[in-house]
């Protein structure tokens, strides 16, 4: 309870000095009655004040959602800038991990299960390339927190982000916005729109993202090696909207990244500290993978994605329906150098003195080098949903879902070979909900979801060391076909009380499950694959949300506590850099989060979030093997580990908090405007997050264990209303800050660090 308390005062002082997140551009500049502006939101499928939704919700958009992507950020740029979210990777710009109240999934593999869901334009993304598609021409994202399984396509155990882009409309509108920046930055967004015949509008919106390669591989000489990208990404729609009854929207949409995977920088930890050492320089790297025998291959990465959807909606007697038919489609190919360096396989002269050093930086016992290829990622979904449309005090949904999905993944080892494994999914699942309007103050809601989940796994060609190894042979014969399902009903309970016209209080009970996972990641390396078995969550939320002041501060809170059943971990890294699935008996999460806004005057307006997130596993037998621990060569590791060790090399986990889970998430964002003549203003915009205690892995140790992470962004522009255009400088990682965002423990301390400061100037303007 110390920590609670701690945190409970320094929730105090954020809420008495500002309050939270909405942001600067949710307060009309042209208008000066000093008010919130309402936010609608669709996290029950209706459109919602989001102070009437007994969820516990934030937003982002406008100016702090424009701000936060100024430099060419991908989506993890949204990581710390929400209470309780948080986002991480060890693929570059896509397979993005989220993080919900300390929930998410560590397994860096193609396939792997995650328990946040991503929901682009009312369309589950599930892949996890499908979850990293560029973010641009965005009307609002809502993050959704805790179990919500009941309304979503799939059922998820964490929450869910949710993102809606701006949609056509008949009248004429179109922005471009352009900016530049230093290492060779340049992003340009643009969107065109409005009518093109009777009841027929569309709408372009594209994005191209790039930057040239800035980090120098000193094992070869070669200058400006990586680091770089190239991203394009596209979007067309068509509105066709006969009459107040009936309206079709199609989304066709496509990315294409030519780019660079992560960047693994070897022995940037000395044992026995996690802070980054001497071995560490930013734009300095010294990589000798080399797995087509063509010299170093610096981490390409590249991958397309193209999709469409169909959203139907017909106005029936007393009733909608909505059908959402959705296609995507993926394929490319990650390489990553994973030791970091130069191992004792690849002695070199890197000082150029004629002396050999065995291995840098520091001491590489081994090299290691992985490509993933994904191929033929195909997803398929399917809703059907019919709601009441009523003025009753009753009112319903109900509907049904189908997602079926397949892709193989081809892991190609420096040493093992060339292995594929096909993975397919097919679920099914049926939902409604009924809210019910008991008075004019109190509002109850219930819903209750069936479904079926089916997964299998089939080994394909095994190339090892040269010799073809097919599904009939003797070391992969017992795994070459697995095949699991189940099936399982999940609900909620919920109720919003109307205190006054401005606050409102919750409380909010939750049922979900994620589905069992298979991963064959481990065959490429001659191991078997793991699966997890369904975990369950049972999650109490209660909360208040209002609009103080005179509607000029809006202070929502949540508190919540959850237990879940057989949670899914991925056990990542030991002697081997496995990715092994593993269930420990019990996982339980407590906390708060506080999202405000509060408008000072006209010219100010301050917005702040808070979330204190206490996670803890629970399973007294749970081990696994930390840090390149190998009892074969009687090796405990080369990091300092803190769990007992009950047979001197594997870890208990017993008690330790769940990987990549900060406990404190601060966010603050200030925006001071000034008049400049009659049509125009100046402004001063800055937003930073603050992350707490974090740690990396499922066992504790002092190398790996993050604390105090922040990064601030500046933005000074001219906006001007009559002609519609704006003119800003900006800033991302204005401190240039070296926060370690990720780590591989299998080899040597190799840690993973964010991206360095980018300035430049943006332009933008609209057309009406």
Not at 294 to 321: H, I, R, V
Not at 458 to 475: H, I, M, P, Y
Not at 499 to 525: C, H
Not at 557 to 573: L, R
Request: net charge negative.
């Amino acid at each position: 309870m110390k920590h609670v308390n701690k945190a409970l005062a320094a929730i105090c002082v954020q809420a008495a000095l500002f309050g939270h997140a909405a942001q600067a551009q949710e307060t009309s500049k042209k208008n000066n009655d000093n008010a919130l502006e309402q936010i609608t939101v669709t996290a029950q499928k209706r459109t919602q004040s989001i102070q009437e939704v007994p969820i516990s919700i934030a937003t982002l958009n406008g100016e702090k959602f424009e701000s936060m992507f100024s430099g060419g950020d991908d989506i993890l740029a949204l990581a710390v800038r929400v209470p309780g979210l948080y986002a991480e990777t060890s693929n570059g710009r896509v397979a993005p991990r989220f993080y919900i109240r300390g929930l998410g999934n560590t397994d860096f593999d193609l396939a792997a299960s995650q328990p946040v869901s991503i929901v682009m334009d009312d369309v589950v993304k599930e892949n996890v390339i499908l979850k990293s598609f560029p973010l641009f021409d965005v009307e609002q994202v809502e993050v959704i927190r805790g179990p919500q399984g009941t309304l979503f396509g799939r059922n998820t155990t964490a929450g869910i982000i949710k993102f809606d882009s701006v949609k056509p409309t008949e009248d004429f509108d179109a922005y471009a916005k352009l900016g530049l920046g230093n290492l060779g930055t340049v992003n340009f967004e643009g969107a065109v729109g409005g009518g093109l015949a009777d009841n027929l509008s569309g709408r372009v919106s594209v994005l191209s993202q790039n930057r040239d390669d800035w980090i120098n591989n000193a094992y070869t000489g070669e200058k400006d090696a990586f680091g770089g990208f190239d991203e394009k990404a596209w979007r067309a729609q068509l509105l066709f909207s006969p009459s107040s009854d009936f309206s079709a929207l199609l989304n066709v949409h496509g990315r294409e990244l030519d780019g660079t995977a992560s960047v693994f920088r070897a022995n940037v930890f000395t044992k026995g500290s996690n802070d980054l050492n001497e071995n560490y320089v930013r734009d300095v790297v010294y990589y000798d993978a080399d797995i087509d025998g063509n010299g170093p291959d610096n981490n390409p990465q590249k991958y397309e994605n193209y999709g469409a959807s169909l959203k139907l909606e017909f106005g029936l007697e007393n009733m909608t329906l909505t059908s959402i038919t959705a296609y995507e489609e993926a394929e490319g190919l990650s390489l990553g150098d994973i030791d970091g360096g130069v191992s004792l396989f690849a002695p070199a002269d890197i000082n150029g003195d004629g002396t050999e050093e065995l291995t840098y930086p520091g001491f590489i016992a081994f090299g290691a080098v992985t490509q993933d290829n994904l191929d033929d990622l195909e997803q398929f979904t399917q809703e059907i949903r019919f709601a009441s449309d009523t003025d009753d005090a009753l009112s319903w949904q109900a509907g049904a879902f189908y997602y079926d999905s397949s892709f193989n993944v081809t892991s190609i080892d420096g040493y093992y070979g060339a292995t594929t494994v096909f993975h397919e999914n097919t679920t099914w699942a049926v939902f409604s909900q009924l809210s019910y309007a008991v008075n004019e103050k109190l509002n109850l809601t219930g819903g209750l979801r069936y479904t079926y989940d089916e997964k299998s796994l089939r080994v394909g060609q095994q190339n090892v060391n040269g010799f073809a190894l097919v599904t009939g042979d003797a070391s992969i014969q017992d795994y070459a076909d697995i095949n699991v399902d189940d099936d399982q009903i999940n609900w909620e309970l919920s109720a919003n009380y109307r205190v006054d016209d401005k606050t409102s209080v919750f409380a909010r009970v939750a049922n979900g499950f994620r589905a069992q996972t298979i991963q064959g990641r481990d065959v490429a390396f001659e191991g078997a694959p793991s699966v997890a078995a369904p975990e369950t969550i049972n999650s109490i939320e209660v909360g208040f949300k209002s609009d103080l002041l005179d509607n000029s501060l809006r202070l929502n809170v949540a508190t919540f506590y959850y237990v879940i059943d057989d949670v899914q971990f991925s056990a990542i890294g030991g002697d081997g850099n496995n990715t092994a699935l593993i269930n420990a008996d019990k996982g339980t999460g407590y906390g708060f989060e506080i999202d405000s806004q509060y408008v000072v005057s006209d010219n100010l307006v301050l917005t702040a979030g808070y979330s204190y997130n206490h996670t803890e596993i629970q399973d007294d037998t749970l081990t696994v093997l930390p840090c390149g621990a190998n009892p074969a060569f009687n090796s405990t590791g080369n990091c300092t580990v803190l769990d007992p060790r009950p047979d001197g090399f594997k870890a208990s986990i017993d008690g330790n908090p769940f990987p990549q889970a900060p406990e404190m998430i601060v966010n603050v964002t200030a925006r001071y405007a000034m008049p400049m003549g009659d049509d125009g203003e100046v402004y001063v915009y800055t937003d930073w997050a603050y992350q707490g205690e974090t740690s990396l892995f499922l066992y504790d140790s002092v190398e790996f264990k993050t604390n105090g992470n922040v990064e601030g962004g500046l933005r000074i522009g001219y906006e001007n209303f009559t002609n519609n255009y704006s003119v800003a400088l900006f800033g991302r990682n204005i401190t240039n800050e070296h926060n370690v965002k990720g780590a591989i423990d299998f080899n040597n301390l190799t840690g993973i660090v964010n991206s360095p400061r980018i300035f430049g100037i943006e332009g933008k303007i609209n057309f009406y």
